[in-house]
């Protein structure tokens, strides 16, 4: 066991080696930058309102990081998948004195610390963000008033609701050669249910999209808007960092895990 | 660099033996029945059309293909229940060179560097022997073709192996780089013992190194053995080929053995080495001069070419 963990170490090491110059760690960096940015000047322009406080603030960051996120899930991992389908090197990779298991685990485990790395800066550069407004508006105070357990929380359950899209769409970057192939799948997953939504909005047939706010709760690509819709309904101080969906996703993205092990390791590469 | 004599080093206990091997990614079959025992110590040469089933061999031989029936044994170990034993022991490089493009020559070594769990010291060792040690900080993506290729070889030697599977190694490679991966491979076989399984379509550096050839077609073996085996058994005879001062005249003395004419050459047919002689002075007793005499044996293209076509043995 002890000689399979370190094998796993490795394996994740040369992973995140392999990340340098790369769309997914540029993706990485951009994706909470572009969410805080937007965010924040979104929340400057609205520093004369009444209802402005530090939840506010985060739940605003929060709703752009659950929007964008899917996005960020399907480009990062496809592109972090895509770097083995070039020049054969899943073949080199599998003809070295290493179990496939190792690798179909390792590379899983750093793409989820590639997500894990993402919420990480998204909580930095909240911290970061609200200092510049409070800088700017010292009257705002933000920092003085941030419930820290708050952020944390929000943030985190809007990143642990993603795992099982990043299973799935660890799986789909593994399993087809062409990028555009993953890319495609896992966008009209997180657009779809969407889209309906909107339709049904537009042509009346739905006055309220809240009639219909259980729609995202089963789909893995648009669970994460979910958490958004929550927190839009009414106030959110009791937020739980793992609500009940999000243990079955967990649960659902640890045996998808598993079964996409086991074909892997059971896969002719041609 | 001359070839060194290498019947010392090939043993016959062979280094991969496969039974039976047969694959199809769908029907047909792409591996028919693939006996293949390729002698440790030796150069392999793998020759085939294209799609005639030699990468799916040495995917095969690496494990990236289950196949279903058919066994592979690689150092005497079944390949299944022994694959990472087998591949600490093997270097291959699969169709084109495997590397990451957005990263240094150095840094695509480290990687399987650390996978193989090798000292970092390596990486310098292999830059050294395919010369790409003052390119290690460059990125890949501006290197040369044959560059690539050099670097994966660099990967595949990293291990320090006992078996080396080359799918085509020598594609994309300039005269000078053919010459030197030629002369290394050699070098490997001839200092370090490595054996050697190479597929190519450039059959007179195969004819140059390999010590034996297996020739596969539509996915079966038609012929395997000794390189020289493979000439000697297709040869209609070996072929006097020579320039005189008179040609016709010179044809009118040996009819029997005329081989062929062209427009400013004529060829005969000789069974030793005193029967060369003996053309030669007869033809400079009846007064004609000769200008150039080569004795020609087949050649291993011709001997391949003869094979695929049918005419060859099994």
């Not at chain 2, 062979?14 to 110590?41: C, M, R, W």
Request: aromatic fraction near 8%; charged fraction near 20%; glycine fraction near 6%.
């Amino acid at each position: 066991m002890k000689k399979e963990l370190k094998t796993l170490a490795l394996v994740i090491g040369t992973e995140l080696l392999k990340l340098r110059r790369t769309v997914a760690l540029w993706l990485t960096i951009l994706y909470p930058l572009g969410t805080v940015l937007l965010a924040s000047l979104f929340m400057y322009s609205m520093r004369n309102n009444k209802s402005f406080s530090p939840t506010a603030t985060i739940n605003n960051i929060n709703n752009v990081a659950a929007f964008f996120l899917p996005f960020y899930v399907i480009l990062t991992i496809s592109f972090f998948c895509q770097l083995e389908h070039r020049n054969n090197l899943f073949k080199h990779l599998i003809s070295l004195p290493v179990p496939r298991t190792s690798f179909f685990f390792g590379k899983l485990i750093a793409s989820l610390m590639l997500v894990a790395l993402a919420w990480l800066q998204m909580i930095l550069l909240t911290y970061l963000a609200m200092f510049v407004l409070d800088l700017i508006v010292p009257k705002l105070a933000l920092i003085q008033s941030l419930d820290h357990l708050y952020l944390l929380t929000a943030l985190g359950r809007t990143f642990l609701a993603a795992i099982a899209m990043v299973v799935i769409q660890y799986y789909l970057g593994l399993r087809m050669r062409n990028v555009v192939a993953p890319i495609s799948i896992g966008t009209a997953m997180a657009i779809l249910p969407i889209a309906v939504l909107f339709i049904l909005g537009v042509t009346g047939l739905l006055s309220n999209p809240r009639v219909l706010s259980w729609l995202p709760l089963y789909n893995p690509y648009t669970y994460p808007y979910s958490h958004v819709f929550n927190i839009m309904s009414g106030p959110s101080y009791e937020l739980d960092l793992f609500p009940s969906a999000s243990l079955i996703y967990l649960l659902i993205a640890v045996v998808l895990a598993i079964a996409g092990s086991y074909e892997f390791k059971n896969r002719n590469f041609k | 660099m001359s070839l060194p004599d290498r019947e010392n080093i090939v043993q016959e206990s062979p280094v991969i033996q496969t039974t039976d091997l047969t694959f199809a990614y769908t029907k047909p079959e792409v591996l028919h029945h693939i006996n293949l025992s390729v002698p440790k110590g030796s150069i392999f040469g793998f020759l085939g059309p294209n799609g005639a089933g030699k990468s799916t061999t040495i995917k095969a031989l690496l494990g990236l293909l289950k196949v279903k029936p058919g066994m592979i044994n690689l150092f005497g170990k079944e390949l299944n229940n022994n694959r990472l034993d087998i591949l600490q022991r093997t270097g291959a490089t699969i169709e084109i060179p495997s590397i990451y493009e957005h990263l240094s020559a150095r840094r695509n070594l480290e990687i399987t560097q650390r996978l193989r769990r090798l000292p970092e010291s390596r990486i310098g060792e292999v830059l050294d022997i395919v010369g790409l040690s003052g390119d290690d900080i460059k990125l890949v993506r501006q290197f040369s073709t044959g560059m690539k290729q050099r670097l994966g070889l660099a990967l595949a030697l990293l291990g320090k192996p006992e078996l080396l599977l080359l799918d085509e190694p020598i594609n994309g490679l300039d005269p000078e780089g053919i010459r030197e991966i030629r002369n290394l491979l050699v070098k490997l076989n001839h200092e370090e013992g490595c054996s050697i399984f190479l597929s190519s379509h450039i059959l007179d550096e195969v004819e140059k190194i390999c010590t034996h050839v297996a020739v596969i077609d539509a996915g079966k073996i038609i012929y395997q053995g000794e390189t020289s085996g493979i000439r000697q058994k297709n040869s209609p005879g070996n072929v006097l080929l020579m320039e005189t001062s008179d040609n016709p005249g010179c044809m009118k003395l040996f009819p029997d053995r005329l081989a062929g004419k062209t427009e400013s050459s004529i060829s005969f047919h000789y069974q030793s080495r005193e029967e060369i002689s003996l053309i030669i002075r007869k033809t400079i007793e009846a007064g004609i001069e000769i200008y150039s005499a080569r004795p020609e044996s087949q050649r291993l293209e011709e001997s391949f070419f003869q094979l695929l076509s049918g005419g060859g043995v099994s």
